[in-house]
């Protein structure tokens, strides 16, 4: 059980442009769900926490304007990388955790590289 | 916040050895897990173990909260054992705020 996809697996695009990325609790109801952002070889650094049907919380440093964080049911939160360059280049996780749970679960990632 | 600090770094070993990686952090936790990434990046949870010890097959765990450090043992390590381990530690009892340690890469050669 606690089965997260995430979606897509890897995209590619233009400087400028933005991407979403989906993040669905298959099989539980996520009242939590986070993001992470993970560099080469290194660990998992946390952007925001997603509660549903509130705004994202997020993390110092982390531009809100940047990266839209929808959370509209209880199965679906969506990263939404606005105006993507270079930098933005990385590995996004999305977690999810059911109501009182205490495991944190993942979804496969999503590999951005903008050109 | 608190500083969650593994080691080795690195770890190489041949099929069949034995290994054990460690999980400092710098202050009292509630929740404390641990995680394996695959060379894919797919995320794995391993173990929730705040205090006392857990096994799971070849794999098992031991916090001492305490003493402020937690263990993962591996035995008869396997080629799809390799990957980078995490744990994470948070003073919450829920998973807000987990923060992840630097990360053990393990890799096993037949």
């Known amino acids: 059980g606690a089965v997260v996809s995430q979606h897509p697996s890897w995209v590619i695009c233009k400087s400028g442009t933005s991407v979403k990325i989906e993040c669905r609790s298959l099989d539980f109801q996520a009242t939590t769900m986070f993001w992470y952002r993970q560099f080469p070889k290194q660990s998992l650094m946390l952007m925001a926490t997603?509660?549903?049907?509130?705004?994202?919380?997020?993390e110092q440093g982390v531009e809100k304007d940047k990266f839209l964080i929808n959370h509209a049911s209880l199965t679906l939160s969506t990263l939404t990388v606005t105006s993507a360059h270079p930098e933005d280049s990385s590995f996004y996780i999305c977690s999810a955790v059911y109501r009182g749970g205490e495991k944190l679960f993942f979804g496969s990632g999503t590999q951005l590289s903008v050109l | 916040g608190i500083q969650v600090e593994q080691s080795p770094p690195d770890l190489i070993l041949q099929e069949g050895a034995n290994s054990t990686l460690r999980c400092n952090f710098s202050?009292?936790?509630?929740?404390l897990q641990w995680f394996h990434q695959n060379p894919w990046g797919q995320l794995i949870n391993l173990f929730y173990i705040p205090s006392g010890t857990k096994q799971n097959g070849r794999l098992s765990a031991t916090t001492v909260a305490t003493e402020r450090y937690s263990l993962l043992y591996i035995s008869s390590s396997q080629t799809t054992d390799s990957g980078v381990y995490f744990c994470?530690?948070?003073?919450?009892?829920?998973?807000?705020?987990?923060?992840f340690g630097t990360g053990t890469r393990l890799q096993v050669f037949p």
């Open positions: 997603s509660n549903e049907g509130s705004k994202a919380t997020y």
């Open positions: 202050d009292s936790v509630n929740n």
């Open positions: 994470a530690a948070s003073r919450s009892y829920n998973t807000d705020k987990l923060i």
